[in-house]
């Protein structure tokens, strides 16, 4: 299994900007699929982009036309830009790699693939 770091949170006005890095131990192109998983308190789970191998890209349909996933195979990094941000995007949010291969929501975060520590992004204004 690879390891993962998450960095890029913070706190963010609401229609800001932010972009989330993913390190990824070893070679990202070994792992068949990358996610971004996101968890805030009292609220169900939800992984809310994903990006296989091959390149295809999905996205929840609370963050499509505002989230970009995309990965650098040379540095081996995972991004996640999220733009027009929302109050509800507050969560912490995870890289995950080899074990989400669906977006929506989960009421218990997943336990399969690798998973990095998280990071915290808050939207408030």
């Known amino acids: 299994q690879v390891q993962l770091a998450e960095s890029g949170g913070g706190l963010v006005q609401p229609g800001g900007s932010l972009r989330l890095s993913c390190a990824v131990s070893?070679?990202?192109?070994?792992?068949?699929?990358v996610s971004w998983y996101r968890q805030a308190p009292g609220k169900q789970g939800e992984v809310v982009a994903t990006?296989?191998?091959?390149?295809?890209?999905n996205y929840s349909d609370s963050v499509k036309g505002r989230f970009t996933i995309s990965r650098d195979n040379v540095k081996n990094i995972v991004y996640l830009q999220m733009n027009s941000l929302k109050p509800e995007d507050t969560a912490v949010y995870y890289c995950?790699?080899?074990?989400?291969?669906?977006?929506?929501?989960?009421?218990?975060?997943?336990?399969?693939?690798?998973w990095g520590q998280g990071t915290q992004v808050t939207v408030s204004s």
């Open positions: 995950n790699a080899d074990g989400l291969y669906l977006v929506g929501s989960y009421s218990s975060r997943p336990t399969f693939g690798s």
């Open positions: 070893g070679s990202i192109s070994s792992s068949r699929i």
């Open positions: 990006l296989t191998r091959g390149g295809l890209m």
